[in-house]
């Protein structure tokens, strides 16, 4: 035991405290020991009133429900860490061999950073007190080495933790972006940009920071704990366990507290997905605020949303520093039991001053780790959140449309594209379409026409298999388009639409955006046939002019050129054209049309247009209607007013 240490020494008192001890003494021990009971009663009548609770119920009226927003049906769905890091599983086996190397260095250097008080101890009881002079210098030396030593394994391993875990972040984030690529369309239109932005962005910054930070510190304020623990144990048990005494009500604090945080790290990030898909929006839009003197509003619009997360980030704040009240507890009744209890101990000589030294060190530690544990509850709830809202991405099955392995051999892609009771709708309630059958004739230019809103650019996204009908099917040379190879159809089919899409790069890459190896005689001729090349080569820069964010540095005639360009490259054996000229005047629109007829010898047009002379030059033209199909032939035969 580590009095054994104090045996040599002649500073310990011979006699026990009820012997020899004046009576002063006595009484001051039983005073202490009073006290420390009073201070534990204090603690389990708090406990019993349930103060926290009654401090943030009176503080945040929200909070009554166990929730946040105040909602009183609603309960916070705080699932376990474990089950929300499940998934995670597959991310760390390829590196589970250099995480457990990890975790045995982190566990290596908490030990060894753990043994300096212990040195000290032996320096006061047997070179200070204990007049054994020739031990100090090996004593030092040894104390100076294993710091050392403990301060070059702690540098490798944050090295090789954030090398691996920053690695399997990378894996997840590729793995999220591929996902959403392949999730249904639907739901980008039923969710704001901003938020699922946010997703990839914030939220998996908080997985980053779980990974990374959060989880090595919690495993290395654990260990020191324990280790910490233990040896205060070895130095005095009774000591040791009146310190843990308290550690009940540390744990109530802490389940107290938790659902609450989770509830409210939810509405922070949900508060702050919609700050970011605002500030998407509204930089989107930069051009018309300024238009219409709206800069004002929308900046009162983001201080009213400001103000709304500051209450929010206020409330985690102070939830958080409840937390810390269990250390300060800690600190209170371990002074009075190290200065009043251990220094009676040694009083009585049952103690060394040493050990007491020491066993003070060692106490002083405890807090250290403990805050950080507490701390790490914050952290951790904000990381579950963000594992949540990723994993409701995950979640999602992507689309059933983008399967399929087969590929139409050359004859059969000479057939028509044959519409067969379509029907569609985006919400599963209100139909687009319903019971549409019509006919697209091989190697023809047919023109789709109809009132706005009727539903020709979603025909055309059916067409693309950019979403799956409802019932009926779109064939082509007989086969369901959705049993086709998707690699294989998106090189036989493009699209232009009246909206271009432009990337911050130069032109010849935006160009080639889908076929990013062809060469530059190619892209040129591309951009021949849409009228688009003298443009291009008359800018200082030529093809390697940078189009600004989306394309700002050009008009939109300019822009849907380039898509056009684009599509025109991609060669292939449909091309849709959905309002694709709209921004031209009539002699480029008639200058593209002439080249496209060239280019597009044998293969088929579809063609979006509220322009009659669009219409008129089309071989085949079907009109869309309220009730559906209204005509589909020449348009020549045509009567109505399209
Ligand atoms: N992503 C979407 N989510 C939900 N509804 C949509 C979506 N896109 C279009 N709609 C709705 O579907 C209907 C058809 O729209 P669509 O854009 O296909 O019409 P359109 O004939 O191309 O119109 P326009 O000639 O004005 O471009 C409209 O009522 C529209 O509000």
Redesign the pocket.
Known sequence: MPDSFAKPLNIVIQDTCATSCPTENRKFCRLLRWTQILILGIFNICLRLKFVSALYSTKFPGFRSGHASGNTEKKPVDPSIWEQMGYLGSYLKPHKKILIFSLILSALSTALGMLQPWFAKILIDRVFLGHQPGILFPVLGVLILLLVVGFGVRVANRYLYTKYSARILFAMREDLFSHLQRIPL?YF?KNKIGDIYSRIASDMADIQALVTDIFPKYLFDFLTFIITAVILFWLNWEMTLMSLAILPFAVWVVQAIKPKLFALSEDLAKTNAGIAHFLFESLSNTAAIRAFGAENCENEKLSTKQSGILDLLLRFQVLGAVSGSVPMAFAIVNTLIVFGFGGMKVLEGNLTIGTLVAFSVYQGRVFGPLQGLLDGILSIQKSKVALKRVREILDISPSTNQTGDQVLSLELSAKDLAIEDLSFS??GQTP?FKNLSFTIPHGKTTALA??????????CHLFMRLYAPDAGTITWGGKDIHSLDRNWFRTQMAMVS?ETFLFHTSILENIRFFKPDADIETVKKAAKAAQIHEFIESLPKGYDTLVGDRGTRLCGGQKQRLSIARAILMDPKILILD?ATAFLDKTAEEGIKQTLKDLMKNKTIIL?S?RKTAISHAHHLVVLGNEGLIFQGRPQEFTHDA
């Open positions: 639907v239109s985006y919400d687009v109809g009132e706005s809103g009727i539903g020709k650019t979603t025909l009246q309002e979006v509220h």
